[in-house]
């Protein structure tokens, strides 16, 4: 396939190998453009949403996004689909680019190169990259490039600021390799778009130093402090205004000028992957703030991003880079700092004539006149002594700024912390992927290693170290046994470079530097909380260290501690913490070592039991939300209580008490899996736990065969004897029975729940009632549907269940569609508003809520919505893959390609439908039928009722809908007198009028006005 090439610098352009696409309309570029910036990466659809509709989004976006990726789609495939150019992908939607085609992304990549050559020492390379990068971006640097800024204004920005950086880099590049006048060149024409720029006022002197030509030199300053006062109101900084001094005193301004690295920070010899906003973080509050620390756990890539920050300050060479790894006494790091700044003397560590004192002193004294950044790494094991040295220099020292890494903070006035948190998945990937290839040339992301590599990065938490080590393995594991070896992530990852520090050279070094500092009692913590993979609270941590040394009292400061110490993070939003993956798992292990985890593990089986018990009866009241939001937090540490107490208990009592939350938020595999594990006995709790079973796992859709249905519906017959007979059993639990019998056959369900529709408990009779209307509307009764539709939301809204309201109203929008179209919409707005907070719907109600939308959209005639709403439709029955589902959709379908006149498009739809079920086939017979009048094929219309009421067996509403097939077919053959009569018949199964059917509508029209008044059947 020849591969798709896109410009965005300059003139917008996109082709495919020799030929030009033409991209027409706003929208279509803006997709294609943020597309483009990915790539080859999937999009998130809230951020294409954002870009293509920044003010005025449409209203269902995710439908209107769909279309324009079709629209996209037809664009850059004009003679017909080329492979996948563009289309979904895990996490959003995805162009089919190589970054390398896409002009911006290949001048970030040359700029990027250019840089990392410069600093490594490489000025030819480094020109060669950077030369091609400049003339790539154009004679504008610093311009934002006009159709980014449009759907992507922070990387319009970024990248305008990249173009000025690649060309003071190319001048530096071109001034190291001696060419001074050709960096003046690049030089004078960016001062003249940036007068204010130091950093390329700074090459520019030195440059026309080189040549002898110092006023001129003089001159940049002049006008650069000139344009500073001018426009920001400040002077030129230090490290500037001592070069002009130089310059003021040599007469002799010929001498070669030589720019290197940054003496003491060490070279890189991996690149450098994601952080993009760490660093941009890190840069900016230097800008502000004099005390800056990176804090993380290990591995997490803190002194990483602390020296590529310094690499980046201007000018560079003011960093002064200082490990305190290697030492061990607290006394001694003013020393090192010392060492640091290469003022190490022969009696610096001769403590006989010299004290720590005499060390800060000298330091506070070489550091009082400079201005400096003084990079201080791993400070975390001698955390005291780094705090106070640190806030002795920053008060002595004016022109002293530091930058410093540790797993905690320093806890001084003025400190500005930046938080590392694990790489993102994409980024985590990528560093994957470069560390792999550097070990096994040829290793690649595809198809085939792309859910091992997610696996990978997502079991190691995104820690860079971590994923460097695991790479590594790759030169004696395959990448299935790399990912299948991380359950014993310690030993799998228990070498790696000789070269490291020793902290550094296996994963569990590196969580055991941490684990080391810590106090007895915040190790007793972090080591009991590391049993709950869903986060922690201070109650939760209490519940784990029942029967140790710690004070329940203390619990909240010891989780403040472990956060200092980067071994938890606090999620702001909610006040809960929560423990990286690795670092549990470490956790865990120390327990397993000392013999305590199955204690612990019981500990928390039995507080989160409690914890369900005591919020599930809200469910079901007017503290639902609460009790809902309360579940969902804890429901992985609820998991793996249902996981212990199945391994050395009964998981029954729990799994019961879990059953209404699985209900509400459509958890049904979950339900099935849990249920499924309860021991079954001959008690009431375990007949209940079994019905539950069997009710879920019709609701989740599972694929069961043909044979197991029918032992399942076999059980439920029995289980529906057994529940019925059984007295006292919980109000929720009551119901079970009769619903039971409900899907066996309704009518025999009616009396069981008649009576308990007479309850005095009024949960309970709501919810008998909200069945009686389903089994009446399913017998052709409205009246009595309406009846009990109402006494179900009068007896959900005196119980003060919303959750429950709003599942009664998408019945009551079915009955009041034939009448009542507002009132219909009107339900169904309110019960998706009702449920606010309360999570997503199943997705099976989900999809019965789309099919009511669109049958409402076209009774309204607003085939445009109905259109979007398919299309959305159609996407979650994808995910459903339930074949019904996706019949019925296809059946909703057709019916708006007929309304818009695609009849081939309808004929597809109607003929590839696939229903497995009686009542879906009588839907599409139906549909077929009306398609066949359409095309005036009455024969095959014929074909198509026959079929259909064949099909249609017990379901009025059903049966009602053919009768009206049949209706419009007798109108077709002329026999008016005997279509009137099915009308009337439609009515009667129905149990009334529908008036805003569109074909009832018109056939009844139609009939009226060629039947004589007094042989008129219809009403």
Same mark, same amino acid.
């Given at each position: ?247 003021? /005193? ?72 200082? %490990? ?32 720590? %004192?005499?060390?800060? %002193? ?140 020793? /902290? ?483 009515? /009667? ?31």
């Amino acid at each position: 396939m020849e591969r798709l090439g896109v410009t965005l610098l300059g003139a917008f352009r996109v082709s495919r190998g020799d030929s030009v696409l033409p991209i027409a309309g706003a929208r279509l570029r803006a997709l294609l453009v943020r597309l483009a910036l990915a790539g080859g990466h999937p999009v998130d659809p809230a951020v294409l949403v954002d870009a293509i509709w920044p003010q005025d989004p449409p209203a269902v976006p995710t439908a209107a996004l769909h279309n324009l990726v079709s629209r996209l789609r037809r664009a850059l495939t004009p003679t017909g689909p080329v492979g996948d150019l563009i289309g979904p992908a895990p996490g959003g939607y995805r162009l089919a680019v190589d970054p390398a085609d896409v002009d911006v992304l290949r001048f970030e990549a040359l700029t990027a190169a250019g840089r990392e050559r410069l600093r490594a020492g490489d000025p030819q390379a480094a020109r060669a990259a950077l030369d091609e990068a400049v003339t790539r971006w154009g004679d504008r640097p610093g311009a934002e490039p006009a159709i980014i800024a449009a759907v992507a204004p922070a990387v319009a920005t970024r990248l305008a600021a990249l173009s000025v950086d690649a060309v003071t880099d190319l001048a530096e590049a071109e001034l190291t390799l001696g060419r001074p006048d050709t960096a003046e060149t690049h030089l004078t024409r960016l001062l003249t778009e940036h007068p204010g720029h130091e950093g390329a006022a700074a090459l520019l002197m030195d440059a026309l130093a080189v040549q002898g030509r110092q006023p001129e030199a003089l001159a940049v300053y002049d006008r650069l402090r000139t344009a500073l006062a001018d426009r920001l109101g400040v002077d030129p900084g230090t490290a500037l205004r001592e070069r002009h001094v130089r310059l003021l /005193r040599t007469p002799d301004s010929g001498a070669t000028v030589h720019r290197t690295r940054p003496p003491g920070l060490p070279a890189p010899t991996t690149g450098f992957i994601g952080r993009a906003d760490d660093l941009t973080r890190v840069g900016t509050r230097l800008t502000s703030a004099r005390l800056v620390t990176v804090i993380g756990p290990g591995g997490a890539g803190k002194t990483r991003l602390a020296l590529e920050a310094a690499r980046r300050l201007e000018p560079a060479d003011r960093v002064r880079f200082v %490990d305190l790894a290697p030492v061990t006494e607290p006394a001694k790091v003013a020393a090192a700092v010392l060492a640091g700044l290469g003022l190490r003397t022969g009696r610096m560590f001769d403590a006989r004539n010299h004290g720590p %004192d005499d060390d800060r %002193d000298r330091l506070a004294a070489e550091l009082a006149d400079r201005d400096t950044v003084l990079l201080l790494d791993n400070c975390e094991h001698l955390i005291d002594a780094v705090a106070h040295l640190t806030t002795v220099l920053l008060t002595r020292c004016r022109g002293l700024r530091v930058l410093a890494t540790s797993r905690e903070p320093l806890a001084i006035d003025g400190e500005t912390l930046v938080p590392l948190t694990p790489l993102t998945l994409p980024d985590a990937i990528r560093l994957f992927l470069e560390r792999a290839i550097a070990v096994r040339p040829g290793f690649r992301l595809d198809q085939s290693t792309e859910p091992d590599v997610v696996r990978v990065v997502t079991a190691l938490d995104g820690l860079p170290l971590a994923l460097e080590l695991a790479a590594a393995r790759l030169r004696t594991l395959s990448l299935p046994a790399l990912a299948d070896g991380l359950s014993d992530r310690f030993q799998l990852l228990s070498t790696g470079s000789r070269t490291a520090p020793h /902290r550094h050279r296996t994963l569990r070094a590196v969580i055991a530097w941490s684990w080391d500092l810590l106090h007895d009692h915040e190790r007793t913590v972090a080591e009991r909380i590391a049993v709950l993979p869903g986060g922690v609270t201070a109650a939760s941590a209490a519940a784990v260290c029942v029967g140790t040394t710690v004070p329940a009292t203390e619990i909240r400061d010891l989780l403040a501690a472990l956060v200092d110490r980067s071994l938890l993070q606090l999620i702001p939003e909610t006040g809960r913490y929560r423990m990286l993956e690795t670092i549990r798992e470490y956790g865990a292990d120390r327990l397993r070592t000392t013999g305590d985890l199955d204690t612990v593990l019981d500990l928390a089986a039995a507080h989160f039991t409690a914890f369900v018990a005591g919020h599930e009866p809200h469910l079901r009241g007017p503290g639902q939300l609460t009790a809902m939001t309360g579940i969902r937090a804890e429901y992985d540490n609820t998991l793996a209580a249902l996981q212990r107490l199945s391994t050395v208990g009964d998981p029954t009592d729990l799994a019961l008490t879990l059953s209404w939350y699985w209900q509400m938020s459509g958890r049904h595999p979950d339900a099935v899996h849990w249920l499924g594990r309860a021991p079954i006995a001959a008690t009431s709790a375990s007949d209940c736990a079994r019905a539950l079973y069997l009710l879920n796992r019709a609701a989740a859709q599972s694929g069961i065969s043909a044979g197991e249905a029918e032992r399942d519906r076999a059980e439920m017959r029995e289980l529906a004897g057994r529940l019925l007979a059984t007295p006292n059993l919980p109000g929720h639990h009551r119901v079970l029975g009769p619903i039971l019998l409900f899907l066996q056959d309704e009518r025999t369900a009616v009396d069981s729940f008649e009576r308990l529709a007479a309850t005095d408990d009024t949960w309970t009779a709501a919810l008998a009632d909200m069945f009686l209307a389903e089994i009446a509307e399913n017998t052709g009764a409205l009246d009595r549907m309406h009846a009990h539709v109402e006494a179900a939301l009068i007896g959900f809204e005196q119980s003060g269940d919303r959750w429950a309201r709003a599942a009664v109203l998408p019945i009551r929008a079915r009955l009041r569609r034939y009448t009542d179209l507002d009132g219909a919409v009107a339900d169904l707005h309110e019960a998706r508003t009702s449920t606010t907070g309360f999570g997503p719907p199943a997705l099976g109600d989900r999809l019965h809520h789309d099919l009511l939308w669109i049958d409402l959209h076209l009774r309204r005639g607003d085939t445009e919505q109905a259109a979007a709403t398919i299309v959305a439709a159609r996407e979650r029955a994808r995910r459903a893959a339930d074949p019904e589902i996706a019949a019925l959709v296809d059946a909703h379908d057709a019916l708006v390609q007929m309304r818009l006149g695609n009849l081939d498009r309808a004929r597809r739809l109607v003929d590839d439908a696939a229903p497995a079920t009686e009542r879906g086939r009588a839907l599409i017979g139906v549909t077929r039928v009306s398609l066949c009048l359409l095309l005036s094929e009455t024969a095959d219309a014929e074909k198509a009722l026959r079929g259909a009421r064949v099909s249609a067996t017990g379901d009025r509403p059903i049966l009602a809908a053919v009768t009206v097939s049949a209706a419009e077919l007798a109108e077709a053959h002329g026999r008016h007198h005997e279509s009137a009569g099915l009308l009337a018949d439609a009515d /009667r199964l129905r149990g009334g009028p529908d008036r805003t059917d569109p074909r009832v509508v018109g056939l009844t029209r139609r009939l009226r006005a060629v039947l004589t008044e007094d042989e008129t059947a219809v009403g």
